[in-house]
């Protein structure tokens, strides 16, 4: 099928995104303090190949050059966030101000060259001085992150319209507070479960604290999420996809829609309980004006007696013999259509944004250039399925590629490559891959087509 630029409506958001640790480098210069991901890498054997986003692309002296490149490629909307201890040394207290004055060189740079900003205010990198007092665990993190987000409204409210208050909640809680392989690297189900609570209250006051503040902004909260299915066609596993479903796609957006937790499909979930103060049911409920849908690929999940909670688990893409990206994840397009239907569903839902899609792969650089077929392949794929979404009446309005540069891929550190621009880690020298130069063709061109298979399943 032959989709056109011009398909999506003219009032279509096109975009990357990207966030702070991943590119900005710059760790410890001009008064930022330390976030936990900062300690987290500095930790032996916690980072594949014991990598840090010490220096990754540099961002924090490259800026200029970057949005540039955006500006080169047609990009006219740029996801990007802010590192809250690059403002807020400590967590709360002084304000950084070299911090805020580089936040501000990045958003007038956008400005001035036509493109949008939109800001993540939390995109993983809690300051390490509040870790130090449990961080997502502390209830205390609600104020702390009030104050953050009212220091970058303040800041930056005049200029930036469209703000995401976190970027997937689900992660950052299950990767740091439950399985420990991201930072801070805390397990157990009770550091979890104090985290995920904390955080969707956050998710809402930070929502409402921007309103406050800013009535006409345009205010959002990013999901990850995957269609989900049972591998295979039996009960136990038919089961176990919904409690997988539930505790991935459904834990955060449905207390925010005033749905609470889901502890039907989930009983564990109850254990929650213990966190919650009174008021706290109406408190998790904020009214966004957009959801972000983050979604890469889908999982199939079978019944598994040995693990804990859930009892469900993921048969990973190797395993299944199935065409993947790098990151061992399957290349299922229909992935992202389902997720659009599925957060369509709920009531309340306005608008939707997929504020992330991407693929990771083994790129190479040859003679100065870098082709990268599949992942043009897939991004068309992909689009298809959003097109697809769009033509049967859902309300997506936005697409963000996942992303500009190669950068620094958390747990995996700089092997799997999702740029749409190649980065030589030692000489920061970037090249435009084949594929940005699609998606700049794409963007520019009324004639430039998307060919994708999306007839077959469509
Ligand atoms: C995420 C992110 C990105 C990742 C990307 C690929 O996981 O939420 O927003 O930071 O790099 O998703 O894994």
């Known amino acids: 099928m032959f989709i056109r630029k011009e398909d999506f409506g003219p009032g279509f958001t096109w975009g990357v995104s990207t966030a702070a640790y991943q590119i900005e480098g710059a760790h410890n210069v001009d008064g930022k303090g330390p976030s936990i991901w900062d300690d987290f890498v500095n930790r032996k054997r916690k980072i594949n190949d014991n990598h840090t986003g010490n220096i990754a692309c540099d961002f924090y002296t490259q800026y200029a050059k970057d949005i540039s490149l955006l500006f080169d490629l047609n990009i006219s909307n740029y996801r990007f966030s802010v590192s809250w201890s690059r403002i807020l040394p400590f967590g709360t207290g002084p304000v950084n101000y070299k911090g805020i004055d580089f936040y501000n060189k990045v958003i007038d740079f956008c400005l001035e060259l036509g493109i949008e900003p939109w800001i993540t205010i939390y995109h993983w990198d809690l300051p390490l001085e509040l870790e130090k007092k449990g961080g997502w665990t502390n209830r205390d993190v609600i104020s702390w992150f009030g104050e953050y987000v009212e220091i970058c409204i303040k800041y930056f409210g005049d200029r930036v319209k469209h703000w995401m208050v976190l970027n997937e909640p689900m992660v950052f809680t299950g990767a740091g507070y439950f399985l420990g392989v991201h930072a801070p690297g805390k397990k157990g189900l009770s550091s979890f479960l104090a985290a995920v609570h904390h955080a969707a209250l956050c998710q809402s006051a930070g929502g409402r604290i921007i309103r406050g503040m800013k009535p006409e902004a345009h205010i959002g909260t990013t999901f990850s999420c995957s269609h989900i299915e049972p591998f295979r066609p039996i009960e136990k596993d038919v089961i176990a996809a919904e409690k997988a479903d539930a505790f991935l796609n459904r834990l955060f957006i449905e207390p925010l829609l005033g749905k609470n937790y889901p502890v039907r499909d989930?009983?564990?979930?109850?254990?929650?309980?213990?966190?919650?103060?009174?008021?706290?049911?109406?408190?998790?409920?904020?009214?966004?004006?957009?959801?972000?849908?983050?979604?890469?690929?889908?999982?199939?999940?079978?019944?598994?007696?040995?693990?804990?909670?859930?009892?469900?688990?993921?048969?990973?893409?190797?395993?299944?013999?199935v065409e993947r990206t790098m990151m061992n994840w399957e290349i299922y397009p229909e992935s992202i259509y389902e997720m659009l239907k599925k957060f369509n569903r709920y009531e309340n839902v306005k608008e939707l944004v997929i504020t992330e899609n991407g693929a990771a792969f083994a790129d190479n650089r040859q003679n100065g250039k870098v082709d990268d077929p599949k992942r043009i392949q897939f991004l068309q794929d992909n689009l298809a399925q959003v097109y697809r979404a769009k033509q049967e009446g859902i309300n997506v309005s936005g697409y963000f590629i996942w992303t500009l540069l190669d950068n620094f891929e958390w747990a995996e550190g700089y092997h799997p490559r999702f740029g749409l621009v190649y980065v030589d880690f030692e000489t920061q020298q970037r090249i435009v891959k084949s594929s940005g130069l699609w998606y700049k063709r794409f963007l520019s061109d009324t004639e430039n087509k998307i060919v994708s298979g999306f007839s077959k399943t469509g």
Do not use: C, W
């Open 266 to 321: 989930l009983p564990v979930l109850q254990r929650i309980e213990r966190y919650v103060k009174q008021g706290d049911e109406q408190d998790l409920v904020f009214d966004m004006d957009f959801i972000g849908i983050q979604n890469y690929t889908r999982e199939m999940v079978s019944h598994s007696p040995f693990m804990p909670f859930v009892k469900a688990k993921i048969i990973k893409a190797d395993k299944r013999n």
